[in-house]
């Protein structure tokens, strides 16, 4: 049974920072496009990053300069890394894995999603 489990959400003050971790259990996660969306009340659900078998990565464009994706396939377990949050960061974060060796933006795209976890930047 495929398990990711999400972690490291928070409340932050706006300018701060927090790490998000997602790690998976029941399949073969170096072989996994792994990805992290958001969705804030009332929206869509909505791309933030992905990375690629070979860390190739691609941000939203909201995200760029800000976020910076990670995995570390002996931990199973892939990052986001986000500095000077902004109360419109505020969105429950999933963590989303794909079989396709390539990252997408569409969330169709990834078989696999995870809880989530809550990240509220106060302003």
């Known amino acids: 049974q495929v398990q990711l489990v999400e972690s490291g959400g928070g409340v932050v003050q706006a300018g701060g920072s927090l790490r998000l971790s997602c790690t998976a259990s029941?399949?073969?996660?170096?072989?996994?496009?792994m990805a992290w969306f958001r969705q804030a009340p009332g929206k869509e659900r909505e791309f933030v990053a992905t990375?690629?078998?070979?860390?190739?990565?691609a941000y939203a464009d909201s995200d760029k300069g800000r976020f910076t994706i990670s995995k570390d396939n002996d931990k199973n377990t892939v990052y986001l890394q986000m500095t000077s949050l902004k109360p419109e960061d505020t969105a429950v974060y999933y963590c989303?894995?794909?079989?396709?060796?390539?990252?997408?933006?569409?969330?169709?795209?990834?078989?696999?999603w995870g809880q989530g976890t809550q990240v509220t930047v106060s302003s």
């Open positions: 989303a894995a794909s079989a396709w060796p390539y990252g997408s933006e569409a969330a169709n795209s990834y078989g696999y």
């Open positions: 029941g399949l073969t996660f170096s072989t996994k496009t």
């Open positions: 990375i690629g078998r070979s860390d190739d990565s």
